[in-house]
């Protein structure tokens, strides 16, 4: 039995995707903000003077020895990184998708747009 992908069922696959994508992110920001507040429940808050925690999303190594010691921060990168990487996703599925529907115009306008998205994830600043 062949497998036909029609525009339905495209439709349907992406949104699954894209569903599937926000509440893993949701999940991990969720998770990390609940560790986050459980390490500082007991510390006191100086609203007059700013302290800006940047993101690590740069630095692999850091991202991942963070993970890997349950840093609450690290956790809620990661759920970041997942919420950027659902919509690039259905872009690659979007590829997949219009070429085994056969669709060379649109095969390439999506192949041309995660070109895109690629290059200004590594490369741009």
């Known amino acids: 039995m062949r497998f036909v992908l029609d525009?339905?069922?495209m439709e349907q696959a992406m949104g699954l995707l894209l569903?599937?994508?926000v509440v893993l992110a949701s999940t991990l920001v969720l998770a990390g903000v609940a560790f986050y507040l459980e390490d500082h429940a007991r510390q006191?808050?100086?609203y007059r003077v700013f302290?800006?925690?940047p993101?690590?999303?740069a630095h692999r190594?850091?991202?991942l020895l963070g993970i890997s010691h349950g840093d609450a921060a690290a956790i809620i990168?990661?759920?970041i990184l997942f919420l950027i990487a659902t919509p690039i996703a259905r872009v690659a599925f979007a590829v997949v998708a219009f070429a085994l529907e056969r669709d060379r115009l649109y095969t390439a306008i999506s192949?041309?747009?995660l070109a895109v998205l690629v290059y200004s994830i590594f490369f741009g600043r």
């Open 7 to 9: 525009d339905k069922r």
């Open 19 to 21: 569903r599937f994508g």
């Open 44 to 46: 006191a808050v100086d």
């Open 51 to 53: 302290v800006p925690n």
């Open 55 to 57: 993101l690590n999303l």
């Open 61 to 63: 190594r850091q991202l």
């Open 77 to 79: 990168e990661v759920g």
């Open 111 to 113: 192949a041309g747009v």
